[in-house]
């Protein structure tokens, strides 16, 4: 009996000397939507993409000028005399050789869409890891749509301290490379 109680009593001292884990969790979509370096990475796609827009719709117009002299003019030829025309066969070529060009510009935006969205998330993981380890925390949870966490005490959210600090980082980030960006122009004029 006193071997148990001696157990018992070394379990308990034992457990109390251990430090107490800190776990805590953060609301990954209010990161997002709040997160500077996305809001702006949002912004420059948007640019891209009515940039691209403008130039495919200019081609588009140009191409519906250039084709309807070429129509009026063998519109009363046959489909076969059509398809071997020289100059309706060198407009082919030409307008396909641009919706290649199109498809290719498409293709890259994609990937760098891409491509930017992972770098994005590896900001926010390295951040939050970094944030973590800096805090003592054991564990960093994410509350989301999913389920992954249904409910966390307020006390145990960081997402405030997270945004404010990640965006902070992010802002001194940009203004150290706008401040080298302009000592470079400067040096070059």
Not at 52 to 78: G, H, I, V
Not at 170 to 178: A, G, L, M, P, V
Not at 179 to 184: A, G, L, V, W
Request: glycine share 2%; hydrophobic share 35%.
């Amino acid at each position: 009996m006193k071997n148990i109680i001696s157990l018992v009593a070394i379990l308990i001292i034992a457990a109390s000397c251990q430090e107490t884990q800190k776990v805590v969790f953060i609301d990954n979509a209010k990161v997002y939507e709040e997160y500077q370096e996305k809001i702006d990475l949002e912004a420059s796609i948007t640019k891209r993409q009515e940039d691209f827009k403008k130039r495919t719709d200019s081609l588009a117009m140009a191409y519906q000028m250039e084709a309807a002299p070429l129509q009026a003019k063998f519109n009363n030829l046959s489909q076969q005399q059509q398809q071997t025309n020289p100059e309706i066969v060198a407009f082919g070529k030409k307008w396909q050789m641009i919706e290649s060009q199109i498809k290719t510009q498409e293709q890259s935006m994609q990937e760098q869409l891409e491509n930017d969205l992972k770098e994005l998330d590896t900001h926010v993981e390295e951040f939050i890891a970094a944030h973590a380890k800096k805090n003592n925390y054991a564990f960093v949870l994410g509350k989301n749509k999913s389920g992954g966490l249904i409910y966390g005490n307020e006390s145990s959210n960081i997402t405030e301290t997270v945004i404010k600090e990640i965006n902070t980082s992010y802002e001194s980030k940009n203004s150290s490379t706008d401040t080298s960006s302009e000592t470079e122009e400067a040096t070059e004029e």
